[in-house]
C-alpha cells in the first residue's frame, strides 16, 4: 500500500557495480535458455484483453514472498528479488498452490536488474500464471529534486526500456507497469516537476488533494496543476513509448488513489483533464483501498475515462486492531499489542474467547469479529465487483501472505520505540502506571515521540516478530491499517534448520485463512481447491526440495544455482527445468546430479562450486548486520531495501547493467573478480548513500 516508505539504493552505486559486472568473463556452465517469443499474444481489443485471441480477465494476486526473519531493507540480502533460482523452493511452495486457488496473474514490484529471470518465468509459464511485471523507480529525495534534470529522467527511461526489451515478448509476460504509485507526493516527482518548471506554485498553494470547488478552472490551484502534470504525465508516456520499441506487451504506470483522480467531477479531476497525454497508456491502473465497496467508482471511471481500468492493488488485513476501534479514538499512542493475554481484538476466529469492541455502530460492525472474518467477507465482495464492472479487465488482491518485515517504517510509528527504551523495559513494564517508562509511552504528549495511531512498538526491524505496525484510515474495517497482515495466507518460520550460515535464505510455512477457500469456491470457482498443489505444505513436506536447492547454490556468484537450473531438482521441487537448456552439462563446471546422501537434512555444505554459502555480494549475506539470528535484533539494519509498493524491494534503478539473456552466466560455478569487485563496490556505496539519506 501507498502509505509504505522505503528507500533506493543511490542510482549511481548500482550502475558503478553493474559496469565493473560487464567485465566479467562468460562461462560455460549456464546459458539463456531459448525461449520462444509470443509477440502479439496479449492485446486490448475495444476495451477487452485478450491473450492467444481469447477474453483474458485478471484474477490478480500481488506477489512478495519475503520469509519471515528476511527484510528488503538489507542490501546484503536478497532485497526482496525471491525469483532467482536459488530461491526456486519459494516458487515449488508458491506457484502451484496460487494456480490451484484460481488466481491467473501475479504482479511483482520488484527485482535485481543484473540477474536474468528467465527461469521463474519459465516456472510461472508452466504453472498457467502470467505476470504484470513493475518497473522499480526510485523516490526522487527533496534534496534531489532540484538536480532531478532531463539527463536524470532519461537515464530512468532507457533503463526501463533495456529492462523490457531484456524480456522481450516472453510468454508469461502479461504486461508492464512503469513504476508504482509515482503520482503520489511522499515519492517526489511532483515536488521536482513543480521546482523545476512550475515555481514551486504547486506546492506552496497547497493544491495536493484539493477537491473540485478548490481545484476546478479559475481557481488558485488550477493553472499550477496543469504545470505539475502535464510535464509528469508526459514523462510516463514517454517511459512507455521508448519501452513499446521492444515489446508488444500493454504498458501503463500504477497510480496510488490521490488528489482526485476520478470522483465525478471531469473539469477538476486529473484523469479526464490529462489522459489526452497518456496515448501509450493501454489501460489506467489505480490502487483502491475505499472500503468494503468500491461504491460508485467504477461508473465515474467510465463515464471519464476512455481506457480500460486495472485495480492495481485492493483488500483488508487480517487483524482487528482496537488501535481504530471508534470506541479508542481518543487513545493515543495505541498501547495494545499482538499476544496481549485477554486484550480485545486480534486475527483469528477464537470463537467464545474472542473479545469485540464495546460500542459497535450495529450488529454488523467489524469490530465485532476476528480480523480473519471480515477479510474474507471483504476480499471475496470486493473481488467480485472488480471482476464484474465493465470498465475494468481485473485486480491485484494484496497479497500472498503476510510480511513482517513491514513493520519497518510504517506511517504511524514512535521516535523511539519500546525496544529502545533506555534500561531494556518489557512492554508491559512501559504500561505499568508508575513505572519510569509509563508517561514515555501510555501518556500523551509522551517523550517517546509516538505520532497519534502509533503502537510502541513500532517501528519494529524484528522480522521475527509479527507486530501490528500500521496507521490509521477511516476506510479500513476497523479503522486502521495493519501492514503486516494482508496475507491469504499467515507465515511461521521454518527454523534455523532452514537458512543458509548468516541466516539468509529462510524458509516460511504457510497457514491459509478462511479467505483463501472463500475466494476459489464461491469467486473463482476453482475445481482444484482439493487438489494436492492447493493443500499447504509443512516444514519437513518441503525439506527434500529445499536441501536440493541448497545443495547446488553458490556462495561466488549473483545468486546462482546451476544444479536447479539443469533440472537436478525437478523430483523434489515438482518444476520442470530438465532439457530447458539453461545449463550445458558438456561444459567442464557443470553441476553434477544428487547422488545418494547429498543434499541431506541439515546439511550444512553445498556442491557444484558452493559452500553453503548465501550468494550474497559480499562476505556477510545476513539480513541483520551482526551475524545473528534475526530474531534478536532490536536494532535497524542499514537500510538498503528499495520500492515494492507492496511486495518485496529489490536494486532497479537507473543505470543497471545488462541481463544475461545473451548466454551470459547468470549461475554458472565460479565468478571472476571483476564480478566479485562489482559486489563489494556496490555494498560499499550502498552502505554510504544509507547514510546520506
Known amino acids: 500500500m501507498f502509505r509504505m516508505r522505503r528507500r533506493g539504493l543511490l542510482s549511481a552505486a548500482v550502475a558503478a557495480a553493474c559496469l565493473l559486472a560487464s567485465w566479467s568473463g562468460t562461462t560455460t556452465a549456464v546459458n539463456a535458455a531459448a525461449v520462444t517469443q509470443t509477440p502479439n499474444a496479449v492485446r486490448l481489443q475495444d476495451g477487452q484483453l485478450m491473450v492467444d485471441g481469447v477474453p483474458y480477465k485478471i484474477k490478480g494476486l500481488a506477489y512478495s514472498p519475503v520469509p519471515v526473519g528476511e527484510t528488503v531493507h538489507d542490501e546484503r540480502g536478497a532485497q526482496g528479488d525471491y525469483f532467482m533460482p536459488d530461491y526456486a523452493y519459494i516458487w515449488a511452495r508458491d506457484l502451484p498452490a496460487i494456480a490451484a486457488a484460481g488466481f491467473n496473474t501475479l504482479r511483482l514490484y520488484s527485482w535485481n536488474n543484473a540477474v536474468d529471470h528467465s527461469a521463474f518465468l519459465d516456472a510461472c509459464a508452466h504453472f498457467g500464471l502470467k505476470l504484470m511485471l513493475t518497473y522499480y523507480v526510485p523516490p526522487v529525495l527533496p534534496a534531489q529534486q532540484m538536480s532531478w534534470d532531463a539527463t536524470a529522467q532519461q537515464a530512468v527511461i532507457d533503463d526501463f526500456a533495456s529492462s523490457v526489451a531484456r524480456l522481450g515478448d516472453h510468454p508469461a509476460i502479461l504486461m508492464w507497469s512503469f513504476g508504482n504509485e509515482l503520482n503520489g507526493v511522499w515519492n517526489g516527482f511532483k515536488g521536482a516537476f513543480d521546482k523545476q518548471h512550475c515555481g514551486g506554485a504547486w506546492t506552496n498553494k497547497g493544491c495536493e488533494n484539493r477537491a473540485d470547488a478548490q481545484a476546478k478552472p479559475g481557481t488558485d490551484c488550477f493553472e499550477p496543476t496543469n504545470c505539475v502534470y502535464s510535464r509528469m504525465f508526459a514523462w510516463f508516456d514517454l517511459a512507455l513509448a521508448s519501452a513499446k520499441k521492444d515489446s508488444t506487451r500493454p504498458m501503463t504506470s500504477t497510480f496510488a488513489d490521490v488528489d482526485y483522480l476520478v470522483s465525478g467531477n471531469a473539469a477538476s479531476d486529473k484523469i479526464p483533464r490529462f489522459q489526452s497525454l497518456l496515448p501509450n497508456f493501454d489501460v489506467i491502473a489505480i490502487q483502491l483501498y475505499r472500503g468494503a465497496s468500491f461504491g460508485a467508482f467504477f461508473n465515474q471511471f467510465a463515464a471519464e475515462s476512455s481506457k480500460p481500468l486495472i485495480v492495481g492493488e485492493y483488500g483488508v488485513d487480517a487483524y482487528s486492531d482496537p488501535c481504530g476501534w471508534q470506541e479508542n479514538g481518543a487513545v493515543q499512542p495505541c498501547t495494545n499489542y499482538y499476544g496481549q493475554l485477554g486484550a480485545p481484538g486480534g486475527s483469528e476466529d477464537t470463537g467464545a474467547s474472542f473479545v469485540g ?32 464492472a465493465k470498465s475494468n479487465i481485473g485486480g491485484f488482491l494484496m497479497s500472498w501472505h503476510d510480511e513482517r518485515w513491514k513493520n519497518v517504517d510504517t506511517q504511524d510509528k514512535c521516535g523511539k520505540p519500546y525496544q529502545n527504551a533506555e534500561g531494556s523495559p518489557t512492554l508491559e513494564q512501559c504500561l505499568t502506571p508508575g513505572s519510569k517508562w509509563y508517561q514515555d509511552y501510555a501518556g500523551y504528549p509522551n517523550a517517546a515521540g509516538c505520532t497519534w495511531k502509533a503502537h510502541i512498538s513500532c517501528s519494529n526491524y524484528d522480522t521475527q516478530q509479527h507486530d501490528i505496525c500500521g496507521y490509521f484510515l477511516l476506510s479500513a474495517p476497523d479503522r486502521y491499517v495493519n501492514e503486516a497482515w494482508f496475507g491469504l495466507n499467515g507465515a511461521e518460520d521454518c527454523g534455523s534448520e532452514f537458512t543458509d550460515i548468516h541466516g539468509g535464505h529462510r524458509l516460511s510455512v504457510l497457514a ?16 482444484s481447491t482439493s487438489s494436492a498443489a492447493a493443500k499447504p505444505k509443512s516444514c519437513e ?16 556468484e549473483q545468486h546462482a544455482a546451476a544444479g536447479v537450473l539443469a533440472g ?30 547429498e543434499g541431506s537434512s541439515g546439511s550444512s555444505t553445498g556442491s557444484s562450486g558452493g559452500d553453503n554459502t548465501p550468494p550474497s555480494s559480499t562476505d556477510n549475506g545476513s539480513t541483520n548486520t551482526d551475524n545473528k539470528d534475526p530474531s534478536t535484533t532490536k536494532n535497524p539494519p542499514s537500510d538498503g531495501g528499495a520500492e515494492v509498493g507492496d511486495g518485496g ?3 532497479n534503478a537507473p543505470g543497471t547493467g545488462k541481463g544475461n539473456l545473451s548466454g551470459n552466466s547468470s549461475g554458472a560455478a565460479t565468478a571472476s573478480w571483476p564480478l566479485r569487485a562489482a559486489s563489494l563496490l556496490l555494498a560499499a556505496l550502498s552502505l554510504i548513500a544509507t547514510r546520506m539519506l
Do not use: I
Not at 512 to 527: E, K, Y
Open 357 to 388: 469492541c464495546k460500542s459497535p455502530s450495529g450488529p454488523n460492525d467489524p469490530c465485532l469479529f476476528p480480523g480473519v472474518v471480515t477479510q474474507s467477507k471483504w476480499d471475496v465482495a470486493l473481488t467480485k465487483e472488480v471482476l464484474n
Open 512 to 527: 491459509p485463512r478462511p479467505v483463501l477457500a472463500a475466494l476459489a469456491s464461491n469467486v473463482f470457482d476453482s475445481a
Open 541 to 556: 513436506d518441503m525439506r527434500a526440495c529445499y536441501d536440493c536447492v541448497r545443495h547446488y547454490w553458490n556462495s561466488e
Open 568 to 597: 537436478f531438482c525437478d523430483d523434489a521441487c515438482g518444476l520442470k527445468f530438465t532439457g530447458s537448456g539453461y545449463v550445458d552439462l558438456n561444459a567442464p563446471d557443470a553441476p553434477k546430479p544428487l547422488t545418494g546422501g
Open 649 to 651: 524491494g529489490a536494486t
